[in-house]
T-cell receptor
Framework: AQSVTQLDSQVPVFEEAPVELRCNYS??????LFWYVQYPNQGLQLLLK??????LVKGINGFEAEFNKSQTSFHLRKPSVHISDTAEYFC???????????FGQGTRLTINP | GAVVSQHPSRVICKSGTSVKIECRSL??????MFWYRQFPKQSLMLMAT?????????EQGVEKDKFLINHASLTLSTLTVTSAHPEDSSFYIC?????????????FGPGTRLTVL
């Protein structure tokens, strides 16, 4: 069985500052990894995904994430955040069939002016 | 990217009534769709996997007679909450699985907020 741990439930940062949202996973098999963003009262939007290949994955809205197999991590980063990045961010893992996503608890990113 | 819609976005109903929620993949065909439930300030919990032309697969603890799922076409899955009660109030989100090139990705609908009075 897979599990995902998002180490921070809330992350406040100032506008234009860099941010890192941490995600660790556990799995006995190879996995796909995803980051989704959820704005208030909306569904989830895919930010980026790691399937194979380069461990540095670039996504939408200037976000990127790095897959680290030895540390079983998939941390999300953005060099300079904007007010509009305020949202809930979910890390998720699935087996190679991508049939079932297991989500982390979510991290609420709050951008302060 | 792929677009998934849900209807309605909000619904308020009386206890004991049934509510149907539709999930549509607008620009791709989805043989597999998923239904999730999200409580306030919590993560998503998978309720069931909906497969076109066959019965849905429910997660442990989800009542299949209460949450009826029908996946009648390659672009539409419906979730019917039967005899709804206040404890069924929640945010329901569907996703559709897009397959292609050896990679599968779930795209999510905007969610439906159900309030049972």
């Amino acid at each position: 069985a897979q599990s995902v741990t998002q180490l921070d439930s809330q992350v406040p940062v100032f506008e234009e500052a860099p941010v890192e949202l941490r995600c660790n996973y556990s799995s006995s098999v190879s996995v796909y990894l995803f980051w989704y963003v959820q704005y208030p009262n909306q569904g989830l939007q895919l930010l980026l995904k790691y399937l194979s290949g380069s461990t540095l994955v670039k996504g939408i809205n200037g976000f990127e994430a790095e897959f680290n197999k030895s540390q079983t991590s998939f941390h999300l980063r953005k060099p300079s955040v904007h007010i509009s990045d305020t949202a809930e961010y979910f890390c998720a893992v699935s087996d190679l069939g991508a049939q079932k996503l297991v989500f982390g608890q979510g991290t609420r990113l709050t951008i302060n002016p | 990217g792929a677009v998934v819609s849900q209807h309605p976005s909000r619904v308020i109903c009386k206890s004991g009534t049934s509510v149907k929620i539709e999930c549509r993949s607008l620009d791709f065909q989805a043989t597999t769709m998923f239904w999730y439930r999200q409580f306030p300030k919590q993560s998503l919990m998978l309720m069931a996997t909906s497969n076109e032309g066959s019965k849905a697969t429910y997660e442990q603890g989800v009542e299949k007679d209460k949450f009826l799922i029908n996946h009648a076409s390659l672009t539409l899955s419906t979730l019917t909450v039967t005899s709804a009660h206040p404890e069924d109030s929640s945010f329901y989100i569907c996703s559709a699985l897009e397959r292609g090139g050896g990679t599968d990705t779930q795209y999510f609908g905007p969610g439906t907020r159900l309030t049972v009075l």
